[in-house]
C-alpha cells in the first residue's frame, strides 16, 4: 500500500510539470454544459462520490469529465493559468466546487506543488495567508482537499491553522489521505469542522484497464459499506480516467447511485 501511494504522489508531480510545458494540458477553451443528474436510488441504496483532482492548469481531460453525465465533485488548483475557468465550467455544469490546495510531501521538490503551496517551515500567519488567499482564487468553492501533502497532513499545527480558516470561511475538508497518519479527521472533530476521508485512487496507474479495475474495487468495498469516495484526476491520466467512466457508467448506475461529495458530510457540533 504504502508503494503504491508513492507511486500515486510521483504520478501527480509528474502530471503537474508535464501540464506546465506549453501544448501538454490538452484543456478546451470552454466546456459544454450538461444535465448533471443521479440515477435513481438502486435497490442496493449505495452512494458513490467522486472527485476529480487536479482542475485548474488547462489539464487534459477537463472537458470530457466535466461532461460526465454523472455528479461529480471538481477539485480546483490555487493561482494556476485556468482556475477560474475550470472552477466556472464545473459550476456551469453542475458539479460541486473545492480548492485543491497544495501541501507539502514527505518526498519531492517544492516546485513541483505549483504556486501558494502550505509548507511546514511556513509560520503560522504565512498558512494562514495562503490558504485565505487560495479560498478567494477558486470561484464556488465549497470545500477543501489536499495536493500532495503527506508531510502537511501529519502535522498538527499545520492542519490546525488550515482548518481553522476552513472553519471561518464555512469550508468542509475532504482528506485526500495521501498519508495514513494523517490528523486531519482528529483535529476536524476538535475543531467542528466536517470532514471526509478518501476511500480509493482510480488512477494511481495511467491506463483505462487499471481505471476499470479500481471502479470493480468500488462495488467490493460497498459489499460491506453504503458509502464510498474515490478520487481521479485531469492531466496525463485524465483521458483514460474520462473514457473509463463514461464506458462504466451505464453498468454501475445499476449497482450504486453517484452524488456528490457533500452528500456525505457528517454533522458536526
Known amino acids: 500500500m504504502k508503494k503504491k501511494r508513492h507511486r500515486m504522489k510521483w504520478a501527480l508531480a509528474a502530471s ?19 444535465a448533471v443528474k443521479a440515477a435513481d436510488d438502486p435497490a442496493t441504496g449505495k452512494q458513490v462520490a467522486i472527485v476529480i483532482d487536479d482542475f485548474g492548469n488547462n489539464m487534459g481531460g477537463t472537458e470530457l469529465i466535466l461532461g460526465l453525465p454523472i455528479p461529480l465533485t471538481a477539485a480546483v488548483m490555487p493561482f494556476m493559468p ?3 475557468r475550470d472552477a466556472e465550467m464545473a459550476h456551469k455544469a453542475g458539479h460541486d466546487v473545492i480548492v485543491h490546495m497544495p501541501m507539502e510531501p ?11 503551496a502550505v509548507m511546514t517551515d511556513q509560520t503560522d500567519e504565512q498558512i494562514r495567508d495562503t490558504v485565505g488567499k487560495a ?10 482537499n489536499n495536493h500532495m501533502g503527506s508531510k502537511a497532513t ?7 491553522i488550515v482548518l481553522e480558516v476552513c472553519k471561518e470561511r464555512g469550508l468542509f475538508f475532504f482528506d485526500s489521505r495521501t498519508n495514513y497518519r494523517s490528523v486531519i479527521g482528529q483535529i476536524g472533530a476538535e475543531l467542528g469542522v466536517p470532514v471526509v476521508e478518501n476511500h ?21 468495498h460497498l459489499s460491506g459499506e453504503e458509502r ?9 491520466t485524465g483521458k483514460n480516467t474520462g473514457e473509463a467512466l ?7 448506475q445499476k449497482q450504486f447511485t453517484f452524488v456528490k461529495l457533500a452528500t456525505f458530510l457528517p454533522n458536526v457540533q
Open 16 to 34: 503537474l510539470l508535464l501540464a506546465l510545458l506549453p501544448g501538454w494540458g490538452g484543456g478546451m477553451p470552454g466546456a459544454t454544459t450538461v
Open 82 to 84: 485556468t482556475t477560474e
Open 106 to 116: 514527505l518526498r519531492g521538490k517544492r516546485s513541483w506543488l505549483g504556486p501558494g
Open 135 to 144: 479560498i478567494d482564487s477558486v470561484p464556488h468553492a465549497i470545500g477543501m
Open 154 to 160: 501529519s502535522d498538527p499545527r499545520v492542519m490546525r
Open 200 to 220: 480509493i485512487f482510480l488512477d494511481d496507474i495511467a491506463s483505462q484497464a487499471h481505471v476499470k479495475k479500481q471502479l470493480r474495487k468500488i462495488v467490493a
Open 228 to 236: 464510498c469516495v474515490a478520487i481521479g484526476h485531469v492531466g496525463i
Open 246 to 252: 463514461r464506458d462504466s457508467i451505464p453498468e454501475l
